[in-house]
C-alpha cells in the first residue's frame, strides 16, 4: 500500500466478487480495522478460525497472517476497511492486543455507540474523497474510534470478570508474558512477579480465559513459533531454542498436541497456501 491511510465500504453487491477471488491466508505491510455492520465474517487470524455475527470490528496488526470472508446474511452484508501505515500512529495509547493476545475480532452491541462509531467511518470517508486528503484530520478521527473501541473492550471485560482487580492482574500477567515468553519460565515465576500464589493466578487466567496459566504460555509460544516458522529460514531447533524448548523433540511434541502438526509440516502447509 502506498497511501498513508486507506478507507473503503464493502457491501453485499462486492461479497461475491471477493469469494470468487482467490482468497489464502496472507499478510500485509500496513495495519487494517475492519468493522461489520451487517452480515458476517469469518476471520482465520492467529492460525485459527472464527465466524462472528455483526456488529463485529476486528483488527489485524502489521505482518499478521489472516484470511476474512464476508458473508451476506438476509441479503445484506456491509463492512468499513480501514488501512494504515503504522507510521501514520506512530504512538498510539491504545492496543486492541492489549487484554488478549491471541484475539483480535470482537462482537459488540447494536446500538447508539456503534452507530457513532459508524458516523466515524463515514467522517474519514468523506475527508478522504474530499479535495484535499486531510491526514491531519482523519489522525484525529482514527485516533477517536480505536479510543471508542477500547471503551467497548473494557466494558466486555467488566462483564466478563467477577472482581474488577482481575482485571489489572490479568492484564499485568500478558505484559510479563509479553517480556518473558521465549524464556524458560513456568507459572511459579510468573505469579511470584504478580505477589500472588500459582493456584490464584490459574483462577484468574481460568475465569477470564478458560485457560490454565501453562496453557496461555504455551499458546503464545506456538503463535510465536508458527510466526518465525513462516517469516524465517531458522531451523526447527533454533525456533524451539529461542523460545525456551532445550530438546526439538520437546518442542515438536507440543506444537503437535497444540496445532495438530509438527513444525516441520505447518512450515511446508503455509509456504504452499502463501505461494
Known amino acids: 500500500m502506498d497511501q498513508l491511510f486507506h478507507i473503503f465500504k464493502q457491501t453485499s453487491d462486492d461479497v461475491e466478487k471477493i469469494r470468487s477471488l482467490p482468497n489464502e491466508p496472507h499478510q500485509h505491510d500496513f495495519e487494517e480495522l ?164 500459582t493456584r490464584n493466578l490459574n483462577l484468574i487466567c481460568h475465569h477470564i480465559m478458560h485457560q490454565t496459566v501453562t496453557e496461555i504460555i504455551e499458546k503464545r509460544k506456538l503463535i510465536e513459533a508458527k510466526n518465525l516458522l513462516i517469516n524465517s529460514d531458522r531451523s526447527i531447533s533454533e525456533i524451539g531454542f529461542e523460545l525456551g524448548f532445550h530438546e526439538k523433540a520437546y518442542f515438536t511434541h507440543v506444537f503437535k498436541k497444540r496445532s495438530g502438526q509438527t513444525p516441520t509440516e505447518f512450515r511446508e502447509e503455509m509456504r504452499r497456501l502463501m505461494s
Open 34 to 197: 475492519i468493522l461489520c455492520d451487517e452480515g458476517s465474517l469469518e476471520h482465520f487470524i492467529d492460525f485459527k478460525t472464527v465466524s462472528y455475527q455483526a456488529p463485529v470490528v476486528g483488527f489485524v496488526s502489521k505482518g499478521k497472517i489472516h484470511r476474512v470472508k464476508p458473508v451476506v446474511k438476509d441479503g445484506k452484508c456491509t463492512m468499513w476497511i480501514l488501512r494504515f501505515k503504522s507510521e501514520f500512529l506512530p504512538d498510539p495509547d491504545f492496543q486492541i492486543y492489549a487484554y488478549f493476545h491471541d484475539s483480535a475480532t470482537m462482537q459488540i452491541q447494536r446500538g447508539e455507540y456503534f452507530q457513532q462509531m459508524m458516523i466515524l467511518c463515514e467522517m474519514m470517508y468523506k475527508v478522504m474523497h474530499g479535495e484535499v486528503h486531510d491526514y491531519h484530520v482523519v489522525r484525529h478521527l482514527l485516533r477517536a474510534l480505536f479510543a471508542m473501541i477500547e471503551v467497548e473492550r473494557g466494558r466486555k471485560i467488566q462483564d466478563e470478570i467477577i472482581y474488577s482487580g482481575q482485571s489489572a492482574i490479568f492484564r499485568n500477567f500478558l505484559k510479563l508474558l509479553e517480556e518473558n515468553f521465549h524464556r524458560h519460565q513456568g507459572v511459579e515465576f510468573y505469579a511470584e512477579k504478580l505477589f500472588m500464589s
